[in-house]
């Protein structure tokens, strides 16, 4: 079934906009999480790297313990964290006291970053539970499944009122068109805007009215002569046939209403033959200006490819 060029023009737009929608809200999602993880694994990094120089400088163990309760119970990243000190693969201290626990555990939402310091046999290892830039991941991901197909339902209804008022005229021509026959070839097409497309393609329409109005007034014009020159001769020849057998007559008047019978049909027939030589002469001409055009167009593209160069 041949859909119109309104539906087409839609599921053409949405065949284009789809994926691409869909693909830029995967590829958002990725990115975010992406980024929140790497910006919470360079935050981990950069407090291991502090404790790991601080505890290279022979700090009092208080202010190593300050230190890494600070960070353990700062709320930047959103949740606790959790420390572990080895020296030579002996732990050093821990925080809080179940970190060795929880780095054992497996959690899948842990992000566990270990750095080894690269002048003694010092390990810091420091994690943090990751769940709440999943849950903005998640929140994010739910988002975009609910707001991409919303935005494509509001991009589908727009792009059908939009095609539905740009082809409008094209509607109202078809039936102005429709409307159109032989009684009223005066009739034209209205134009709203010549300057567009529709417009300049309503124009050439009515072009082709009022070429067709000239034809067929020419036709009937020439219908009504053809028949207005027939109806001579035809009448003459009926009324001479009529005298003729209307009474008896001697061979010399009948002989006479013979030959003005015969004068009679040789215009008729002469009249044929300057209708059908008239036929033949506009066929003619017809098919010499096909031609030309044919012609002019091998010219064309004759110069076009001299102008072009030879092909190869």
């Known amino acids: 079934m041949t859909r119109s060029i309104r539906t087409r023009l839609l599921f ?110 010092l390990v810091v290892t420091i994690a943090v539970s990751a769940a709440a830039a999943l849950h903005a991941q998640h929140r994010l991901t739910s988002l975009l499944a609910f707001g991409i197909p919303l935005v494509l339902a509001l991009c589908a209804l727009g792009l059908a009122l939009v095609t539905s008022h740009a082809l409008r005229p094209l509607q109202d021509a078809s039936r102005q068109l429709d409307a159109i026959g032989g009684e009223n070839l005066s009739a034209r097409v209205r134009v709203r805007n010549t300057d567009d497309e529709v417009g300049r393609l309503v124009t050439v329409l009515n072009r082709m009215l009022d070429r067709l109005q000239h034809a067929v007034e020419e036709l009937r014009r020439f219908t009504a002569d053809a028949a207005h020159e027939l109806r001579t001769p035809l009448t003459v020849l009926r009324t001479g046939l009529d005298v003729a057998q209307s009474r008896q007559r001697s061979a010399e008047e009948y002989r006479a209403a013979l030959v003005e019978a015969l ?25 010499e200006e096909r031609n030309g055009g044919g012609r002019r167009r091998n010219r064309a593209r004759a110069g076009g490819r001299v102008a072009g160069g030879p092909s190869r």
């Open 12 to 121: 053409s737009m949405l065949a284009l906009v789809v994926p691409l929608t869909v693909g830029a809200g995967w590829l958002l999602t990725q990115v975010f999480g992406n980024r929140l993880v790497h910006d919470i694994d360079v935050t981990l990094r950069e407090e291991a790297e502090t404790i790991a120089e601080l505890l290279g400088t022979q700090a009092r163990p208080e202010a190593v313990g300050e230190l890494l309760a600070h960070i353990a119970t700062a709320t930047d990243l959103e949740s606790r964290k959790y420390i572990l000190i080895t020296r030579a693969g002996a732990m050093v201290a821990q925080v809080p006291d179940t970190a060795s626990e929880a780095l054992r555990s497996g959690n899948p939402d842990l992000r566990i970053v270990r750095y080894a310091a690269p002048d003694q046999p």
């Open 263 to 287: 004068t009679a049909t040789d215009r008729v027939c002469r009249l044929a033959d300057d209708l059908l030589t008239l036929t033949r002469l506009r066929d003619r001409r017809r098919a």
